[in-house]
């Protein structure tokens, strides 16, 4: 199992971050996915709203920083952990529109983006942005096939319910053959969803609640599962609880962990990571080498 982190600072949660966050900027999120990359973990992580109804900050946070301009950054300071939107919301964006700005990231990244997407559920914002909200699923589903045929072409080319474009040069584009799409979500209709593309990043479920619906749709080869501890690691000073919760998420078909990580500071989270790295043995986690 391969080991991502959902990246601090940039998105805050009131029950999931830490007080430190709230004064950190752009160089502790830039040392930490320094720090990342170094020790060899998988991704890193950003989420994207444009803006939320003050009512809903109260249970969502408030703060969320844009995926593109970030990633954009970090790519600069970084050169291989891979960079996840989780997520794009797919009613917001003409695919076009993300085939060309996350296409641009990954030619400057060296190939490293991956696509987090959903369907959405904050009706304001979608009447915000003058997009709908009704019937979002399907429009969703044929975005995905849209941007499934135009990420990493020059010339793409698609006829769909919601989408059509050809004879349009969308460029620079994807250099990776296939661009990998995670679909997020927590319903059943989310993760067969999933299974038309390259992974699932489900929430808020209990991993009993994941396993038994990852039982009932048969997945393609080499996809994803990516979960989360319901709870931040501890590495440094309990490493048994965190070993512990990672194997539970491999017991439950993560491929992937996606993990938040108890710090105090910048530095102590870097510290943390290279605690959690020190684990990789003992509790068959896989990172890159280090460098």
């Known amino acids: 199992m391969r080991i991502g ?26 040392a930490i996915a320094e720090t990342a990359d170094r020790l060899g973990y998988h991704h890193l992580t950003c989420s994207e709203h444009v803006a939320v109804p003050a009512e809903a900050a109260a249970q969502r946070g408030g703060v969320y920083w844009d995926p593109l301009a970030t990633f954009g950054y970090l790519a600069a300071r970084t050169r291989r952990v891979r960079l996840a939107t989780q997520v794009l919301v797919l009613g917001y964006h003409h695919p076009l529109e993300i085939a060309k700005r996350y296409g641009t990231l990954d030619a400057v990244s060296g190939g490293r ?48 319910e919601f989408y059509s474009f050809s004879g349009m040069v969308v460029e620079p584009h994807a250099v990776q053959e296939q661009v990998p799409l995670w679909i997020g979500g927590r319903t059943l209709r989310s993760l067969r969803r999933a299974a038309n593309a390259d992974g699932w990043v489900p929430f808020g479920l209990p991993l009993e609640a994941l396993k038994e619906m990852l039982g009932k749709v048969e997945l393609p080869d080499r996809f994803d599962v990516v979960l989360s501890p319901t709870r931040a690691l501890d590495p440094l000073g309990s490493p048994e609880a965190a070993g512990s919760a990672l194997r539970a998420l491999g017991d439950a078909g993560a491929t992937i962990a996606g993990v938040r990580i108890k710090a105090t500071s910048a530095e102590h989270y870097c510290e943390q990571l290279a605690a959690l790295r020190g684990l990789a043995d003992k509790w068959e986690l896989t990172f890159e080498e280090e460098l």
Request: net charge negative.
């Open 113 to 160: 983006v991956v696509l987090g997407l959903g369907v959405g559920s904050l009706e304001e914002e979608f009447a915000l942005l003058g997009a709908e909200f009704a019937g979002r699923g399907a429009r969703a589903d044929d975005a995905l096939a849209a941007l499934r045929a135009a990420l990493s072409r020059r010339e793409p080319s698609y006829q769909g």
């Open 5 to 30: 982190i959902i990246t601090p600072v940039v998105a805050q949660p009131p029950l999931g971050h830490g007080a430190w966050e709230a004064t950190a900027g752009i160089a502790e999120i830039g």
